[in-house]
């Protein structure tokens, strides 16, 4: 698993563990303000981690495009 891979999905396990807590009412008031900073600190990470593999995919993409058009 990459280093982006095993961020992320701890990321998005941390957010769960959050969220659950915050529906089934676990959470108190106290708590609650750095919870939700916490986990908006982690949207942030898991958006930057989503927008550096697009841009990975996409580059990745264009030099497919651009060896299949030199083909030809």
Same mark, same amino acid.
């Given at each position: ?17 959050? %969220? *659950?807590?915050?529906? $089934? ?6 708590? #609650?303000? =750095?919870? /939700?900073?916490? +986990? ?10 989503? %927008? *550096?593999?697009?841009? $990975? ?6 030099? #497919?495009? =651009?060896? /299949?058009?030199? +083909?030809?």
């Amino acid at each position: 698993m990459s280093k982006e891979n095993f961020e992320y999905k701890n990321a998005m396990d941390r957010l769960e563990a959050i %969220l *659950e807590r915050i529906d $089934n009412s676990e959470m108190e008031i106290d708590e #609650l303000a =750095g919870s /939700v900073q916490e +986990a908006t600190e982690l949207l942030k990470k898991c958006r930057k981690i989503l %927008l *550096e593999t697009e841009k $990975n995919v996409q580059e990745a993409l264009s030099d #497919l495009d =651009g060896e /299949v058009g030199n +083909a030809g």
